[in-house]
């Protein structure tokens, strides 16, 4: 064993030669060349754990908790109709996604204003800025929360995390669903997770939504409401499927990087979000110290092989330094996704592919520093053998 402590130094310097490089090039080199942009911008916002959301993660059963409602583009006086014949059916709680900024007509705004009064409804506001963005007065919504999601503001942006409550100047205020869940449980506890949370997506096959003319419809079951978390917004229209009013970027697209359109309304974002605070079911993020240990942990022991290989092996040293970048970032990869899927944690082990990849190349920048520190006498390198 003692014959092997001097290949364990490389590697512990090796190791340091590599995130001393990526901390160098990320600080004093920034990338500026124009030529990078286009490669830049199509994967400036891509997460390697969108993939098990596009992909590999296979759809729960439809919600028995959520049913969506679309207001579509009805007019005011309709809204309230379809707030009247909800209530009608004993929901758990009632929430719109629609702010009212500006006067209408007055006989719809009338009857809109006087079915808010009567019945429980969770509306929205929007903040902008240091500005909070309210339905007119006279629209007295019972409760509500702020709907802003991450992201938003940026049209390609793609929406993946929540905070179910945020502090303005001196005081926290809920976000819409969490709202929701607060009104659904008047004499009890309710636990709402603190800081931004990453979003558990469902699509929006996994709602039940019913459409205007279904709502109205004499004939229409009602007890697909009864007990339910009502989420009243917009969907979009069944006959144009290229309608994006309201619509976003989510790891939920089928196309992961570059240009794609839109795929989830938000009212659906709403939805999942909805779904994950009912259940306390999240994707938490995995713990910095946990993430860093792994990462210097695991470019050590491939430094360790590679220096092994570029000592004693020199044959076959490219091949297998080839195949440690290739088969360690893979496996990598998919076991960050089977931890998201198995125990709702993301690991981020982005500066563990980066590092693997810089291991192989820098054993040759490291060569001359090991026989430099050998003619010191600091100690005696691995690297002499070569």
């Not at 008047?186 to 929006?204: A, C, D, F, M």
Request: a negative charge.
């Amino acid at each position: 064993m003692f014959r092997k402590r001097p290949i364990l130094i490389d590697a512990a310097l090796l190791t340091a030669c590599v995130f001393l490089f990526i901390f160098l090039v990320s600080v004093l080199f920034p990338l500026k060349l124009k030529v990078f942009h286009p490669i830049k911008d199509a994967f400036s916002d891509f997460d390697y754990t969108d993939f098990y959301f596009s992909k590999l993660k296979k759809e729960p059963e439809v919600s028995a908790d959520i049913v969506v409602v679309n207001i579509g583009h009805l007019n005011r006086a309709e809204i309230a109709h379809q707030i009247e014949v909800i209530h009608s059916f004993q929901p758990k709680v009632v929430g719109l996604d629609a702010i009212f900024t500006e006067p209408k007509d007055s006989l719809s705004d009338a009857l809109l204003a006087d079915v808010l009064r009567q019945h429980a409804v969770v509306g929205i506001s929007k903040m902008h800025e240091h500005d909070m963005i309210q339905s007119l007065d006279r629209f007295q919504f019972r409760t509500s929360g702020y709907a802003n999601l991450y992201g938003e503001e940026e049209p390609t942006k793609v929406i993946r995390s929540f905070a179910a409550m945020t502090k303005v100047d001196t005081s926290w205020i809920k976000s819409f669903t969490a709202q929701m869940l607060v009104n659904a449980h008047p004499n009890g506890e309710v636990t709402l997770p603190h800081g931004e949370q990453k979003i558990n997506y469902r699509s929006s096959e996994s709602f039940i939504t019913l459409q205007p003319y279904e709502l109205f419809d004499p004939e229409f079951d009602g007890s697909l409401l009864n007990g339910k978390f009502v989420l009243m917004g917009y969907t979009g229209s069944p006959e144009n499927p290229y309608d994006v009013e309201d619509q976003h970027f989510t790891p939920m697209n089928v196309k992961m990087a570059g240009k794609s359109l839109p795929d989830m309304k938000g009212i659906y974002i709403h939805a999942s979000i909805l779904q994950s605070l009912i259940h306390q079911d999240y994707i938490r993020m995995g713990s910095p110290v946990v993430e860093w240990f792994l990462t210097i942990l695991f470019t050590f022991l491939t430094a360790w092989l590679i220096i092994h290989y570029y000592v004693h092996r020199a044959r076959w040293f490219h091949l297998m330094s080839k195949l440690v970048q290739l088969f360690a970032g893979v496996i990598f990869l998919f076991v960050s996704i089977w931890i998201m899927h198995v125990y709702h944690v993301k690991l981020n082990f982005t500066m563990l592919f980066v590092a693997l990849v810089l291991c192989a190349d820098l054993v040759y920048f490291y060569d001359p520093i090991a026989k430099w520190l050998h003619k010191r006498n600091w100690f005696h390198s691995e690297i002499l053998k070569h």
